[in-house]
């Protein structure tokens, strides 16, 4: 079994930077893509960026593309969220999470991704 642990989100002030980093443990993540998510009060969780096992490709939602920057170091099995020009609408807690099965094609959806972490607090304000 899979654990995933999410790390280094904070309070920061608008216009700062974060670099989030979800290390897995239990079983190595190199073959398996991998995904960000973050969770809104009252609102369903929201996808923020994926990318795939090899590391080659990625894909971001709308709000965060141009801002945020995902990568992973399959030898150290862990996966980052680098994330730029906060603002505070980006107030959230944000979760990494493994893609339900191996390889395969990036996706947005949560439904495709069946091992999250607990999840960490980024905090901007204005």
């Known amino acids: 079994q899979v654990q995933l642990v999410e790390s280094g989100g904070g309070l920061v002030q608008a216009g700062d930077s974060l670099r989030l980093s979800c290390a897995s443990s239990?079983?190595?993540?190199?073959?398996?893509?991998m995904g960000w998510f973050r969770h809104f009060p009252g609102k369903a969780r929201e996808f923020v960026a994926a990318?795939?096992?090899?590391?080659?490709?990625?894909y971001y939602s709308d709000s965060v593309k141009g801002r945020f920057t995902i990568s992973r170091d399959n030898a150290k099995n862990t996966v980052y969220l680098q994330m730029n020009s906060l603002k505070p609408e980006d107030t959230a807690v944000y979760y990494c999470?493994?893609?339900?099965?191996?390889?395969?094609?990036?996706?947005?959806?949560?439904?495709?991704?069946?091992?999250w972490g607990q999840g960490t607090q980024v905090t901007v304000s204005s």
């Open positions: 990318i795939i096992w090899s590391g080659v490709s990625t």
């Open positions: 239990g079983r190595a993540i190199s073959n398996w893509n």
């Open positions: 999470a493994l893609a339900r099965a191996p390889y395969g094609g990036l996706s947005a959806e949560s439904y495709e991704y069946a091992q």
